[in-house]
């Protein structure tokens, strides 16, 4: 079975400086790698996905993610945070022996404070 | 473009009241349909999802039971509710696999708040 691990609950960081939130899966095939953002009361907003292709993958908002199969990491990260990037982040991976529902595992959530 | 509903907004029930969550996806036939459940605002449960309608797999045993009536109206029900499903609950839809075999994203909805008292 597939799994998603978020190893830091909480990362905090100044406004400017860049940002990375750490994400690590655990697949038995080739990965689909997903990042959303979460927004207080509000529901996920997909930022980018990993299928094949370019290990550097962009996505909204300025965010960007590497795939490094090595270390089945799938890092997200931004070259210069903005107060407005503080939200809840979910690193999520397709499951590949549901197929047919598209299913997606969802890592537990780090939550991201950019300070002023 | 597609966009999904749900409502209500926020919901405030007693214990043993019944419940009906209801989600609606526009711009978009035969979506995959989800419902989830999020507990003090951190990872997302699974409950069911569809592939078709009247199509409904359940994840996890629930006090809780979803029907697909129409292909984009997803809804969740409890006939008696405990304290213990308070929580955010959020729709989301994925579009069936093309030729290429993608996309595979989801999309979600803006969530309901449900607090049983």
């Known amino acids: 079975a597939q799994s998603v691990a978020q190893p830091e609950d909480q990362v905090n960081v100044a406004e400017g400086n860049p940002l990375t939130v750490k994400c690590t899966y655990s697949v038995s095939g080739n990965p689909y790698l997903f990042w959303y953002v979460q927004y207080p009361n509000r529901g996920l907003q997909f930022l980018l996905k990993?299928?094949?292709?370019?290990?550097l993958v962009k996505g909204s908002y300025g965010f960007e993610a590497e795939f490094n199969k090595s270390q089945t990491s799938f890092h997200l990260k931004k070259p210069s945070a903005l107060v407005s990037d503080s939200a809840l982040y979910f690193c999520?991976?397709?499951?590949?022996?549901?197929?047919?529902?598209?299913?997606?595992?969802f890592g537990g959530g780090t939550r991201l404070m950019v300070k002023p | 473009s597609q966009t999904i509903h749900q409502w209500p907004a926020t919901l405030v029930q007693p214990v043993g009241s019944p419940l009906s969550l209801e989600c609606t996806v526009e711009g978009t036939s035969n979506p995959n349909l989800y419902w989830y459940r999020q507990a003090a605002g951190r990872g997302l449960q699974l409950l069911f999802y569809s592939v078709g309608i009247g199509q409904i797999s359940s994840e996890v045993p629930q006090n809780l039971s979803a029907s697909r009536p129409q292909d984009r109206q997803f809804i969740l029900s409890s006939k008696k509710l405990l304290l213990s499903d308070s929580g955010f609950y959020l729709c989301?839809?994925?579009?069936?696999?093309?030729?290429?075999?993608?996309?595979?994203?989801?999309?979600f909805g803006p969530g309901t708040r449900l607090t049983v008292t």
């Open positions: 990993y299928i094949t292709g370019d290990n």
């Open positions: 999520a991976v397709r499951d590949i022996e549901n197929n047919a529902g598209n299913m997606l595992t």
């Open positions: 989301a839809w994925s579009v069936v696999r093309n030729s290429r075999g993608g996309p595979y994203e989801q999309y």
